[in-house]
Protein backbone atom coordinates (compact mmCIF):
# COMPACT_ATOMS: atom_id res chain seq x y z
CA UNK A 1 0.00 0.00 0.00
CA UNK A 2 1.06 3.51 -0.62
CA UNK A 3 2.29 5.70 1.95
CA UNK A 4 -1.29 7.86 1.50
CA UNK A 5 -3.70 4.94 2.12
CA UNK A 6 -1.46 3.29 4.69
CA UNK A 7 -2.40 6.21 7.02
CA UNK A 8 -6.05 6.32 5.58
CA UNK A 9 -8.78 4.61 6.08
CA UNK A 10 -11.08 4.00 3.41
CA UNK A 11 -14.77 4.90 3.84
CA UNK A 12 -17.95 3.18 2.84
CA UNK A 13 -18.06 5.23 -0.73
CA UNK A 14 -14.57 4.26 -1.55
CA UNK A 15 -12.77 7.97 -0.62
CA UNK A 16 -9.75 8.27 2.00
CA UNK A 17 -10.19 9.85 4.89
CA UNK A 18 -6.29 10.38 6.89
CA UNK A 19 -6.14 8.48 10.28
CA UNK A 20 -5.16 11.70 11.94
CA UNK A 21 -6.72 15.09 11.74
CA UNK A 22 -6.13 18.89 12.30
CA UNK A 23 -8.93 20.08 14.83
CA UNK A 24 -9.50 23.94 13.59
CA UNK A 25 -11.87 24.74 16.80
CA UNK A 26 -10.45 27.08 19.18
CA UNK A 27 -12.54 29.41 21.77
CA UNK A 28 -13.39 32.90 20.57
CA UNK A 29 -10.58 34.72 22.47
CA UNK A 30 -7.98 33.24 20.55
CA UNK A 31 -7.44 35.53 17.74
CA UNK A 32 -8.64 34.35 14.44
CA UNK A 33 -4.97 34.78 12.90
CA UNK A 34 -4.00 31.74 14.23
CA UNK A 35 -6.15 29.26 13.01
CA UNK A 36 -4.23 30.48 9.20
CA UNK A 37 -0.81 30.18 10.70
CA UNK A 38 -1.18 27.00 12.54
CA UNK A 39 -3.01 25.07 9.88
CA UNK A 40 -0.10 25.77 7.38
CA UNK A 41 2.36 24.59 10.25
CA UNK A 42 -0.02 21.64 10.34
CA UNK A 43 -0.18 21.02 6.89
CA UNK A 44 3.94 21.27 6.78
CA UNK A 45 3.90 19.11 9.22
CA UNK A 46 2.11 16.50 7.33
CA UNK A 47 -1.28 16.79 8.78
CA UNK A 48 -3.28 16.46 5.54
CA UNK A 49 -6.79 15.96 6.87
CA UNK A 50 -8.17 19.01 8.37
CA UNK A 51 -11.66 19.35 10.95
CA UNK A 52 -13.14 22.78 10.42
CA UNK A 53 -17.26 23.37 11.16
CA UNK A 54 -19.11 26.95 9.96
CA UNK A 55 -19.43 27.53 13.82
CA UNK A 56 -16.15 27.94 14.72
CA UNK A 57 -16.15 31.19 12.44
CA UNK A 58 -12.37 31.05 10.93
CA UNK A 59 -13.16 29.21 7.96
CA UNK A 60 -11.41 32.04 5.68
CA UNK A 61 -8.54 31.55 7.86
CA UNK A 62 -8.52 28.00 7.63
CA UNK A 63 -8.89 27.88 3.71
CA UNK A 64 -6.70 30.76 3.06
CA UNK A 65 -3.72 28.00 5.01
CA UNK A 66 -4.54 25.91 2.50
CA UNK A 67 -4.75 27.36 -0.58
CA UNK A 68 -1.08 29.24 0.47
CA UNK A 69 -0.04 25.45 0.99
CA UNK A 70 -1.02 24.37 -2.30
CA UNK A 71 0.00 27.87 -4.05
CA UNK A 72 3.89 27.02 -2.76
CA UNK A 73 3.57 23.57 -4.11
CA UNK A 74 3.64 21.91 -0.33
CA UNK A 75 -0.05 19.79 -1.34
CA UNK A 76 -2.10 19.72 -4.09
CA UNK A 77 -5.71 20.03 -3.62
CA UNK A 78 -6.68 16.26 -3.82
CA UNK A 79 -3.80 15.77 -1.04
CA UNK A 80 -5.87 17.72 0.98
CA UNK A 81 -9.11 16.05 2.95
CA UNK A 82 -10.90 18.65 4.10
CA UNK A 83 -14.43 18.63 6.49
CA UNK A 84 -16.96 21.18 7.21
CA UNK A 85 -20.36 20.77 9.61
CA UNK A 86 -23.62 21.42 8.39
CA UNK A 87 -24.72 23.64 11.96
CA UNK A 88 -27.56 23.04 14.04
CA UNK A 89 -29.32 26.37 12.26
CA UNK A 90 -29.18 25.24 9.09
CA UNK A 91 -30.65 21.72 9.23
CA UNK A 92 -34.10 22.28 7.60
CA UNK A 93 -33.63 20.43 4.61
CA UNK A 94 -33.68 23.28 2.15
CA UNK A 95 -31.37 25.50 4.40
CA UNK A 96 -28.37 22.36 4.31
CA UNK A 97 -27.15 23.34 1.37
CA UNK A 98 -26.82 27.24 2.00
CA UNK A 99 -24.85 26.30 4.98
CA UNK A 100 -22.00 24.48 2.89
CA UNK A 101 -22.33 26.79 -0.03
CA UNK A 102 -21.31 29.52 2.79
CA UNK A 103 -18.83 27.35 4.12
CA UNK A 104 -16.73 26.88 0.10
CA UNK A 105 -17.74 30.49 -0.34
CA UNK A 106 -15.47 31.41 2.83
CA UNK A 107 -12.84 28.84 1.91
CA UNK A 108 -12.50 30.15 -1.61
CA UNK A 109 -12.73 26.12 -2.48
CA UNK A 110 -15.29 24.55 -5.28
CA UNK A 111 -15.66 21.07 -2.84
CA UNK A 112 -14.57 20.19 0.57
CA UNK A 113 -14.08 16.57 1.11
CA UNK A 114 -16.41 15.75 3.73
CA UNK A 115 -19.94 17.21 5.10
CA UNK A 116 -21.42 16.32 8.44
CA UNK A 117 -24.40 16.88 10.14
CA UNK A 118 -22.89 18.74 13.44
CA UNK A 119 -25.40 17.88 15.77
CA UNK A 120 -28.50 16.01 15.80
CA UNK A 121 -30.66 18.93 17.43
CA UNK A 122 -31.46 21.85 15.42
CA UNK A 123 -31.54 25.66 16.54
CA UNK A 124 -34.01 28.40 15.28
CA UNK A 125 -32.75 29.10 11.77
CA UNK A 126 -31.66 33.32 11.13
CA UNK A 127 -28.10 34.71 11.25
CA UNK A 128 -27.07 34.16 15.17
CA UNK A 129 -25.72 30.61 15.04
CA UNK A 130 -26.32 30.69 19.09
CA UNK A 131 -29.86 32.13 18.78
CA UNK A 132 -31.15 33.12 22.11
CA UNK A 133 -34.50 34.31 24.09
CA UNK A 134 -34.49 37.10 26.55
CA UNK A 135 -33.59 34.87 29.05
CA UNK A 136 -30.26 33.84 27.03
CA UNK A 137 -31.50 30.38 26.59
CA UNK A 138 -30.55 28.83 23.15
CA UNK A 139 -34.10 28.84 21.22
CA UNK A 140 -33.76 24.97 19.35
CA UNK A 141 -36.22 23.78 16.83
CA UNK A 142 -37.71 20.38 15.39
CA UNK A 143 -36.70 18.61 11.87
CA UNK A 144 -36.84 15.45 11.03
CA UNK A 145 -33.36 14.70 10.73
CA UNK A 146 -33.80 12.11 7.49
CA UNK A 147 -35.11 15.01 5.66
CA UNK A 148 -31.76 16.56 6.72
CA UNK A 149 -30.00 13.69 5.55
CA UNK A 150 -31.34 13.38 2.11
CA UNK A 151 -30.10 17.13 1.78
CA UNK A 152 -26.87 16.74 2.54
CA UNK A 153 -27.34 13.18 -0.36
CA UNK A 154 -28.34 16.31 -2.78
CA UNK A 155 -25.21 18.25 -1.78
CA UNK A 156 -22.94 14.99 -2.39
CA UNK A 157 -24.86 14.71 -5.64
CA UNK A 158 -24.15 18.10 -6.78
CA UNK A 159 -20.30 17.56 -6.16
CA UNK A 160 -20.22 20.26 -3.68
CA UNK A 161 -18.58 17.41 -1.42
CA UNK A 162 -17.56 13.92 -1.96
CA UNK A 163 -18.43 12.44 1.32
CA UNK A 164 -21.10 12.66 3.93
CA UNK A 165 -21.66 12.03 7.55
CA UNK A 166 -22.61 13.05 10.97
CA UNK A 167 -21.67 14.03 14.34
CA UNK A 168 -22.74 13.31 17.49
CA UNK A 169 -25.05 10.59 16.46
CA UNK A 170 -25.89 8.22 18.93
CA UNK A 171 -26.83 4.39 17.71
CA UNK A 172 -30.52 4.74 17.48
CA UNK A 173 -30.17 7.80 15.34
CA UNK A 174 -27.70 6.17 12.84
CA UNK A 175 -29.80 3.05 12.76
CA UNK A 176 -32.86 5.41 11.89
CA UNK A 177 -30.75 7.10 9.12
CA UNK A 178 -29.07 3.61 7.79
CA UNK A 179 -33.12 2.26 7.87
CA UNK A 180 -34.56 4.94 5.73
CA UNK A 181 -36.74 3.55 3.25
CA UNK A 182 -34.87 5.15 -0.04
CA UNK A 183 -31.06 5.67 1.73
CA UNK A 184 -28.87 7.12 -1.47
CA UNK A 185 -26.06 7.04 0.68
CA UNK A 186 -25.21 5.79 4.27
CA UNK A 187 -23.21 8.21 6.17
CA UNK A 188 -19.49 7.29 6.37
CA UNK A 189 -18.61 7.81 9.48
CA UNK A 190 -19.99 9.26 12.85
CA UNK A 191 -17.83 12.18 14.65
CA UNK A 192 -17.75 11.78 18.54
CA UNK A 193 -16.06 12.59 21.37
CA UNK A 194 -13.57 9.79 22.23
CA UNK A 195 -10.59 9.40 24.52
CA UNK A 196 -9.31 7.32 27.58
CA UNK A 197 -12.15 8.52 29.74
CA UNK A 198 -14.86 8.03 26.97
CA UNK A 199 -13.69 5.58 25.00
CA UNK A 200 -17.03 4.41 23.33
CA UNK A 201 -16.09 0.52 22.94
CA UNK A 202 -19.78 0.20 22.29
CA UNK A 203 -20.49 2.79 19.57
CA UNK A 204 -17.42 1.90 17.77
CA UNK A 205 -18.13 -1.66 17.48
CA UNK A 206 -21.33 -0.68 16.63
CA UNK A 207 -20.32 1.63 13.66
CA UNK A 208 -17.48 -0.90 12.71
CA UNK A 209 -20.04 -3.99 12.08
CA UNK A 210 -21.99 -0.82 9.81
CA UNK A 211 -18.43 0.00 8.26
CA UNK A 212 -18.99 3.45 9.71
CA UNK A 213 -16.01 5.54 10.84
CA UNK A 214 -15.69 6.35 14.01
CA UNK A 215 -13.96 10.01 14.22
CA UNK A 216 -12.62 10.83 17.54
CA UNK A 217 -12.98 14.73 19.14
CA UNK A 218 -11.54 16.06 22.47
CA UNK A 219 -9.25 12.90 21.82
CA UNK A 220 -6.81 15.46 24.36
CA UNK A 221 -9.42 16.29 26.92
CA UNK A 222 -11.22 18.99 25.08
CA UNK A 223 -9.56 22.60 25.30
CA UNK A 224 -11.99 23.11 28.17
CA UNK A 225 -13.66 26.40 26.82
CA UNK A 226 -15.69 27.99 30.10
CA UNK A 227 -18.28 28.64 27.11
CA UNK A 228 -19.06 25.03 26.50
CA UNK A 229 -17.16 22.72 28.86
CA UNK A 230 -17.75 21.98 32.69
CA UNK A 231 -14.35 23.55 34.48
CA UNK A 232 -14.22 20.80 37.35
CA UNK A 233 -14.00 18.26 34.36
CA UNK A 234 -10.65 16.61 35.26
CA UNK A 235 -7.65 17.22 33.39
CA UNK A 236 -7.01 14.08 31.22
CA UNK A 237 -3.56 14.83 30.24
CA UNK A 238 -2.33 14.74 33.67
CA UNK A 239 -3.92 11.49 33.86
CA UNK A 240 -1.14 9.69 35.98
CA UNK A 241 -1.27 6.07 33.64
CA UNK A 242 -1.31 7.58 30.93
CA UNK A 243 1.86 9.52 32.08
CA UNK A 244 3.79 6.64 33.54
CA UNK A 245 3.47 4.91 29.84
CA UNK A 246 4.54 8.09 28.34
CA UNK A 247 7.61 8.20 30.57
CA UNK A 248 8.23 4.51 29.80
CA UNK A 249 8.35 5.07 25.74
CA UNK A 250 10.05 8.62 26.03
CA UNK A 251 7.00 9.78 24.50
CA UNK A 252 4.31 12.72 25.84
CA UNK A 253 1.18 12.00 27.30
CA UNK A 254 -0.71 13.69 24.29
CA UNK A 255 1.17 10.98 22.04
CA UNK A 256 0.18 8.21 23.97
CA UNK A 257 -3.91 9.22 24.06
CA UNK A 258 -3.61 9.50 20.75
CA UNK A 259 -2.11 6.41 19.63
CA UNK A 260 -4.49 4.68 22.00
CA UNK A 261 -7.39 5.95 19.68
CA UNK A 262 -5.78 5.12 16.55
CA UNK A 263 -4.39 1.31 17.31
CA UNK A 264 -8.48 0.38 18.07
CA UNK A 265 -9.16 1.48 14.30
CA UNK A 266 -10.44 5.10 15.50
CA UNK A 267 -10.06 8.13 13.10
CA UNK A 268 -7.94 10.68 15.65
CA UNK A 269 -8.25 14.35 15.18
CA UNK A 270 -5.65 16.80 17.69
CA UNK A 271 -6.17 20.36 17.94
CA UNK A 272 -3.04 22.34 18.78
CA UNK A 273 -1.77 25.82 17.78
CA UNK A 274 1.43 25.26 19.06
CA UNK A 275 4.10 24.35 16.67
CA UNK A 276 6.05 21.91 18.78
CA UNK A 277 2.43 20.12 19.87
CA UNK A 278 1.77 20.10 15.81
CA UNK A 279 4.66 18.19 14.97
CA UNK A 280 4.62 15.92 17.95
CA UNK A 281 0.99 14.64 17.49
CA UNK A 282 2.10 13.96 13.40
CA UNK A 283 4.74 11.67 15.12
CA UNK A 284 1.69 8.92 16.80
CA UNK A 285 2.64 6.85 13.46
CA UNK A 286 6.64 6.35 14.86
CA UNK A 287 5.49 3.64 18.15
CA UNK A 288 3.49 1.61 18.78
CA UNK A 289 1.79 0.78 22.40
CA UNK A 290 1.88 -3.07 23.57
CA UNK A 291 -1.02 -5.15 24.56
CA UNK A 292 0.04 -4.53 28.39
CA UNK A 293 -0.68 -0.92 27.80
CA UNK A 294 -3.68 -0.81 25.65
CA UNK A 295 -5.56 -2.75 28.60
CA UNK A 296 -4.15 -0.25 30.96
CA UNK A 297 -5.73 2.50 29.28
CA UNK A 298 -8.81 1.16 28.60
CA UNK A 299 -9.15 0.49 32.07
CA UNK A 300 -8.75 4.38 32.34
CA UNK A 301 -12.56 4.72 30.93
CA UNK A 302 -15.28 6.77 33.31
CA UNK A 303 -17.87 7.63 30.39
CA UNK A 304 -16.64 10.98 31.22
CA UNK A 305 -18.13 13.47 28.55
CA UNK A 306 -16.50 16.73 28.44
CA UNK A 307 -18.98 18.16 25.35
CA UNK A 308 -21.97 17.44 27.10
CA UNK A 309 -24.44 20.54 25.29
CA UNK A 310 -26.78 20.54 28.27
CA UNK A 311 -29.09 23.34 26.55
CA UNK A 312 -30.26 20.76 24.82
CA UNK A 313 -30.34 17.80 27.23
CA UNK A 314 -34.32 18.06 27.24
CA UNK A 315 -34.59 18.15 23.65
CA UNK A 316 -35.87 14.73 21.94
CA UNK A 317 -32.88 14.65 19.73
CA UNK A 318 -30.48 15.20 22.37
CA UNK A 319 -27.87 12.14 21.74
CA UNK A 320 -26.63 11.50 25.18
CA UNK A 321 -29.46 10.15 27.51
CA UNK A 322 -28.89 6.67 25.42
CA UNK A 323 -26.04 4.70 26.14
CA UNK A 324 -24.25 4.94 23.53
P1 LIG B 1 -8.29 18.44 21.70
O1 LIG B 1 -7.84 17.86 20.41
O2 LIG B 1 -8.82 17.55 22.76
O3 LIG B 1 -7.06 19.30 22.28
C1 LIG B 1 -7.15 19.94 23.53
C2 LIG B 1 -5.92 20.76 23.82
O4 LIG B 1 -4.76 19.91 23.91
C3 LIG B 1 -5.56 21.79 22.78
O5 LIG B 1 -6.11 23.04 23.11
C4 LIG B 1 -4.03 21.83 22.74
O6 LIG B 1 -3.51 23.07 23.24
C5 LIG B 1 -3.60 20.71 23.64
N1 LIG B 1 -2.64 19.81 22.99
C6 LIG B 1 -2.58 19.45 21.69
N2 LIG B 1 -1.60 18.56 21.48
C7 LIG B 1 -1.02 18.35 22.67
C8 LIG B 1 0.05 17.54 23.09
N3 LIG B 1 0.72 16.77 22.25
N4 LIG B 1 0.40 17.57 24.41
C9 LIG B 1 -0.27 18.36 25.29
N5 LIG B 1 -1.31 19.14 24.93
C10 LIG B 1 -1.67 19.13 23.64
O7 LIG B 1 -9.31 19.65 21.41
P2 LIG B 1 -10.79 19.81 20.83
O8 LIG B 1 -10.80 21.14 20.17
O9 LIG B 1 -11.80 19.54 21.89
O10 LIG B 1 -10.97 18.65 19.73
C11 LIG B 1 -10.25 18.64 18.51
C12 LIG B 1 -11.09 19.06 17.31
O11 LIG B 1 -12.26 18.26 17.20
C13 LIG B 1 -11.63 20.49 17.36
O12 LIG B 1 -10.64 21.46 17.12
C14 LIG B 1 -12.69 20.40 16.32
O13 LIG B 1 -12.11 20.43 15.02
C15 LIG B 1 -13.29 19.01 16.62
N6 LIG B 1 -14.45 19.05 17.55
C16 LIG B 1 -15.66 18.66 17.07
C17 LIG B 1 -16.78 18.68 17.88
C18 LIG B 1 -18.12 18.25 17.35
O14 LIG B 1 -19.15 18.51 17.99
N7 LIG B 1 -18.17 17.58 16.21
C19 LIG B 1 -16.68 19.09 19.22
C20 LIG B 1 -15.41 19.45 19.70
C21 LIG B 1 -14.30 19.43 18.85
P3 LIG B 1 -2.43 23.91 22.34
O15 LIG B 1 -3.20 24.48 21.19
O16 LIG B 1 -1.94 24.93 23.30
O17 LIG B 1 -1.37 22.93 21.91
Not at 38 to 65: Q, W
Not at 80 to 102: G, Q
Not at 285 to 294: G, K, N, V
Amino acid sequence: MDFKHSRSVKLNDGHYMPRLGFGTYAPATVPKSKAFECTKVAIEAGFRHIDAALLYENEEEVGAAIREKIADGTVKREDIFYTTKVWATYLKPELVRSSLEISLKKLQMDYVDLFIIHVPFPMKPGNELLPKDANGQIILDTVDLCDTWEALEKCKDAGLTKSIGVSNFNRKQLEMILNKPGLKYKPTCNQVECHVYLNQSKLLEYCKSKDIALVAYSALGSQRDPGWIDQKSPYLLEDPVLNAIAKKLNRTAGQVALRYLLQRGVVVLAKSFNEKRIKENMQIFEFELTEDDMKKIDGLNKNLRYNKFLFAANHPNYPFSEEY
